[in-house]
């Protein structure tokens, strides 16, 4: 009668942070699940996800956390984001088995906005500027020169046969995880707004020998592996681009730009996806992570996990 009600009084008096001690205690021991930190540095960015919720049903422990993407190296010739797109999401449940049938031990779910901040840092940090200076026909890699470019596009022959030529890609804007699956089922659909695209030759850039910008919906699939969540992207077709011409001083015919462009912007697919880069995900508390399923979960996506003991070297 008289410990019992001193336990009680102790184990139910709340610290200064709302804490009892109980509850004191599980929270300093989830500070070791926190991997932003090594999330962040792999990006170059820093990401700050503190916990807001902790649930437990009969499936398991669910972690919520909020996020926070902001640059840390900011590209100086790249654009200056104010702010990146928010997309309304229900925080998705898990049950005991994967969305394939199969159990898994850890899932880890990422909503489409936490993605649009990171798009958004790494934009400022250089994403997506690329500069193509080859191309694959089927035949291997073949250099940008008039010739090549005369064969799809007459008014090109003007140009010498050997001048070597490169695409400028540069965004003005952060990609977009819209929360929707990608326009032939994959995964996720991401708009790549108002990307810039210039021709010019290599020896002399500030010459612009054609100029538009592209609105482009592609559909992205993903993988897990040693690298982490590696993203594939599917390359998009004529109904899922639109082209503005702002510069043609050759006067290309924009009809057949219409009909070719989908096909250039198709084979620089790659390095876009490429520019995308691997999310990486960390170890979990000292677990090494082998894959089960990569899924949707409501508009978030999803990777399920089974756990393993790191090997001694």
């Known amino acids: 009668d008289f410990v019992r009600p001193g336990l009680e009084n102790f184990l139910n008096t709340p610290d200064i942070n709302g804490n009892t001690p109980v509850a004191g205690s599980i929270e300093s021991a989830l500070q070791a699940l926190e991997i932003a930190g090594a999330i962040g540095a792999a990006f170059g960015v820093q990401l700050d996800a503190p916990l807001f919720a902790v649930m437990e049903d009969n ?25 990146s797109y928010d997309i309304p999401s229900a925080f998705p449940s898990f049950g005991a088995l994967a969305p394939n049938g199969l159990p898994y031990e850890l899932g880890i779910s990422i909503s489409p ?18 500069t193509i200076t ?10 940008i020169t008039g ?15 050997a001048q070597l030529l490169q695409f400028d890609i540069r965004p003005t804007m952060a990609p977009i995880f819209s929360g929707d699956p990608g326009p032939e089922g994959e995964l996720a659909r991401v708009h790549l707004p108002h990307l810039e695209l210039s021709l010019v030759p290599v020896s002399d850039p500030s010459t612009v020998l054609l100029a538009g910008s592209i609105d482009v919906v592609v559909g992205v699939n993903a993988t897990y592996g040693i690298d982490g969540l590696v993203f594939v ?14 510069e043609n001083p050759l006067f290309v015919d ?60």
């Open 59 to 83: 499936d398991g422990v669910t972690l919520g956390s909020d996020s926070r993407v902001t640059a840390t190296m900011p590209d100086p010739d790249a654009p200056d984001l104010t702010a």
């Open 113 to 130: 906005s936490a993605f649009n901040q990171l798009l958004s840092a790494e934009v400022e940090s250089g994403l997506l500027r690329s």
């Open 134 to 143: 080859e191309f694959d026909f089927g035949f291997g890699p073949q250099p």
């Open 147 to 161: 010739t090549l470019l005369s064969l799809l596009l007459p008014p090109f022959s003007v140009l010498h046969p």
């Open 233 to 246: 992207v599917t390359p998009p077709t004529a109904g899922n681009m639109t082209v503005t011409l702002l």
């Open 254 to 313: 924009p009809a057949t730009l219409d009909v070719l462009l989908p096909t250039l912007v198709g084979l620089a697919v790659p390095l876009i996806a490429d520019s995308l880069g691997s999310f990486p995900i960390p170890e979990f508390l000292g677990m090494q992570l082998s894959a089960v399923d990569i899924a949707r979960a409501g508009n978030y996506t999803a990777l399920y996990f089974d756990l393993s003991p790191v090997p001694i070297p």
